[in-house]
C-alpha cells in the first residue's frame, strides 16, 4: 500500500492510461506500460492483472493465467479479476476450476454481467437447464449487454427451439447492432429456416415504429425525463424469454 497521496494518484493515472490502450487493442504500449510499472510497483494487483490480460488478449493463456493467480495473491475481493481468471481457466479447458473462479465472482458480485454469461457459456454443455437461468438472470440484470442474448440464442438453437432462438438474436443485434456474432447466427439460422422470416421482419418492424414514436415524442419535449430512461429498455420489448 502506497502512503503517499500524489504517488498512488500518479499510479492511479498510470493504470488508467494503460488500461485504455489495452481497451483500444493497442497490446505492445498496453504491455510496455504495464511491464513499466510493475518494475516500480511489483506487486501492484491492477498492473499485474493488466499484463495478464494482454498475455491472455496475445494469445499467450498460460502466462496470462500466471499474471491473473497473482493479482489475486494481493486482492481477493474483485469479481472482475476472478471472472477474467475463470475466463482463462475456461479456455485451457480447466472447466472445474473455470467454474469455482466464475462463482466466486458471482459470491462476491452476484449480478456481474460477465461472469453470469461466461459461466453459462461453461455450462451450456454438460448443464444447459443451469446456463439458461445464467443467460436469463445476465439478461434480467443487464438488459444492454448482448452477449447472454446470443448466447442463449445458440442453446436454444441446439435444443431445437428455432424460433425462440431467432428472437435472441433479434435482441443481441438491437442492443448492439454491430455484433458480428449474432448477425451470423440470425443469417444462418434463416437461410436454414426460411419460413420464420415473415414472423422475425414483423417483430424488427413493430421495433421500428416504437422507436420513431418514441423518438417524436422526445423531439416534442413530452416528459423528456421519462422518454430517456424509458429508451434503454423499450427496444427489447419484443424479447420473450425462453420458456
Known sequence: MLSDPLERVRLQKRLEQAQERLAAGRLEEAHTAFESM????????????????????????????????????HVQDDAGFWNDLGEVLRLTGKVAEAEKAFEQALELQPDHPQALNNLGVL?????????????????????????PYNNL????????????????????????????????????LLQRQPDLMKSSLERLVKLAEAQIQQADMADAGAGKKGVAAESSTASLKFFSQPS
Open 38 to 73: 510493475l518494475a516500480d510497483y511489483p506487486d501492484h494487483a491492477g498492473t499485474l492483472h493488466g499484463l495478464g490480460l494482454c498475455a491472455v488478449k496475445e494469445g499467450r493463456l498460460a502466462e496470462g493465467e500466471q499474471y491473473l493467480r497473482r493479482a489475486l495473491e
Open 123 to 147: 455450462l451450456m454443455q454438460s448443464e444447459p437447464d443451469r446456463a439458461r437461468e445464467c443467460f436469463l438472470q445476465a439478461i434480467g440484470q443487464h438488459p444492454e449487454f448482448a452477449h
Open 153 to 188: 440464442g445458440v442453446l436454444m438453437e441446439r435444443q431445437g427451439r428455432l424460433d425462440e432462438a431467432l428472437r435472441c438474436y433479434e435482441a443481441a443485434v438491437v442492443v448492439k447492432p454491430d455484433f458480428q456474432d449474432a448477425l451470423e447466427n440470425y443469417r444462418d
